[in-house]
């Protein structure tokens, strides 16, 4: 069995795209198996913080509530991100889908009354601010 030169070109570029599958495959195994290893770290520090009495229970249910949506919020951009690739939604669609999903911390009418910040808890108010909410109320 002999390869004539015109055999050798298709059998290096199948060659090449295998081992690239496989090195891909596998990388992704390796990121997958750190990530999985680090998000359960996380839950075990955080585990020890509640057995300490460092934080509440119900500080670290919040915590891990957190974590567990910011992936939900990756996965969906991802799905997004495809869908746009693929044309089913257009990019506008995708960035109202992905305001509607942002928590609440991150909307900015969570921190803002109309065109004016709340004030901090605990501050005291300025006679100019007295005077703007008695105007603008």
Do not use: H
């Amino acid at each position: 069995m002999s390869i004539d030169s015109g055999q050798v070109i298709p059998l290096i570029v199948i060659g090449g795209s295998m081992i690239a599958g496989l090195v891909a495959i596998f990388g992704w195994i390796i990121v997958s198996t750190n990530r999985t290893s680090e998000r359960e770290k996380s839950r075990r520090e955080i585990a020890a913080y509640v057995a300490e009495g460092t934080i509440s229970a119900d500080d670290a249910a919040k915590l891990l509530a957190e974590n567990s949506a910011a992936c939900e919020r990756e996965k969906t951009k991802r799905d997004l991100a495809s869908y746009v690739a693929e044309g089913y939604i257009t990019p506008d669609d995708a960035e109202q889908i992905l305001a509607a999903d942002k928590p609440a911390w991150e909307k900015t009418e969570a921190w803002t009354c109309g065109t004016r910040r709340p004030r901090s808890a605990g501050a005291r108010r300025t006679k100019s601010a007295a005077a703007t909410e008695v105007a603008g109320a």
